[in-house]
């Protein structure tokens, strides 16, 4: 069966096609665990004519740029005996940013407890900061983001938001 995504929250910008976003979702069948969507906007975008026009014969202005949408799955983690898994089978098999932790908790200044207890949580929202430091330490393609979606243009971006029921 596949999932039914329901649009939880964005962590990032409150303009997230101008700066960014990162917008949590969870699988209302409960059959998937949550997912984030991180919105990288374009450093630049350009106002191009189209062939279309206003009520006033003025043409209308579309801004193209490259936006790219990467999703990952916020696994969720188990700490038990010491040991950080995302492996329920083999809880004894540390995930693969174990030995980092401490790396990971200065530079997004995140406590380490805090981080663990956030990662085998309920909360997708918690959880999806908690990945949040750990893609800033590591990385997008160290998550599994694969390769991104991307949008062409704002109208692509702004129909993609509407259409997951993110909110502008």
Request: with cysteine.
């Amino acid at each position: 069966m596949q999932p039914k995504w329901k649009y939880v929250d964005n962590l990032g910008d409150a303009n997230p096609i101008d700066h960014g976003g990162r917008f949590v979702f969870v699988d209302q069948r409960g059959m998937y665990g949550p997912e984030v969507a991180v919105l990288i906007p374009p450093e630049e975008t350009e106002e191009v004519e189209t062939d279309q026009t206003d009520e006033d014969g003025d043409p209308i202005m579309l801004e193209v740029g490259k936006w790219e949408l990467y999703r990952y799955l916020l696994e969720k983690c188990t700490f038990i005996d010491g040991v950080l898994s995302d492996n329920e089978f083999h809880p004894d098999h540390p995930v693969w940013f174990a030995d980092s932790l401490d790396s990971i908790c200065s530079s997004s200044d995140r406590d380490k407890k805090e981080l663990i207890d956030d990662l085998c949580g309920n909360d997708p929202v918690k959880r999806a900061f908690a990945y949040e430091a750990i893609e800033g330490h590591w990385g997008l393609d160290n998550l599994n983001a694969g390769r991104p979606v991307v949008f062409e243009d704002r109208n692509e971006v702004e129909q993609w938001c509407k259409d997951h029921g993110v909110e502008l």
